[in-house]
């Protein structure tokens, strides 16, 4: 085999790998999903969601997945939170806090203010043992598969884990609140979704 086969051999293993991670957070969804799908469709608050680094990214994207699906979502910078835009946290707010290893000192701290507040936080995270863990009100425990994070470092893997995560609550949010096509697209004017003229078949609810 030469160079460029070996060179695209270990490119599809990267993908192989993530694809194989991401396909295994099927099995891991459980009554911990439910819990927080509960709390989503009973609060009366906002919505925020938070995480540092990649996990920040995949928070971003949660959060306006969150809001196109019909849950109003808003991602909240924790190291700007504390440095004032923790104002917008109230009681009867719910923070959503992401991030593999639990030990981000700035979404820690933050958990401790927002209490404070009268905020419950549900922590999305791959060591229940991690002090974001020990700190917040829900745990949800998600696994890697081995190889998936290059290194198990570098955060590729596991943060497509948490993504399809968040996305599969998006989807049963949007279902369970009867949030229908029509008001989706209200809310997506823009690019060639919004130009379509046919809405896809109504997701119902599921009893």
Not at 38 to 53: E, N, P, R, Y
Not at 67 to 81: I, K, Q
């Amino acid at each position: 085999m030469d160079t460029r086969s070996r060179l695209l051999e270990a490119a599809r293993q990267v993908i192989t790998d993530e694809a194989a991670a991401v396909a295994a957070v099927a099995d891991q969804l459980d009554d911990a999903f439910l819990d927080v799908l509960d709390q989503l469709l009973a609060c009366t608050g906002k919505v925020f969601i938070t995480g540092s680094g990649t996990s920040g990214t995949i928070a971003r994207r949660m959060a306006h997945l969150f809001s196109v699906c019909g849950t109003p979502a808003a991602f909240l910078h924790p190291m700007d939170a504390l440095h004032g835009t923790m104002g917008v946290l109230a009681e009867g707010d719910l923070l959503v806090t992401l991030s593999k290893g639990g030990e981000s000192s700035e979404i820690n701290d933050l958990i401790e203010l927002a209490h404070r507040r009268g905020v419950r936080v549900i922590a999305i995270t791959s060591n229940p043992a991690s002090t974001m863990a020990q700190r917040a009100d829900t745990v949800v425990t998600l696994h890697n598969r081995d190889g998936a994070d290059p290194g198990n470092v570098i955060a590729m893997g596991s943060t497509l884990v948490t993504a399809v995560w968040g996305d599969a609550l998006a989807v049963l949010l949007m279902r369970q609140r009867g949030y229908t096509w029509e008001q989706m697209l209200e809310t997506h004017p823009g690019g060639a979704v919004g130009k379509q003229r046919h809405t896809p078949e109504a997701l119902e609810p599921i009893e």
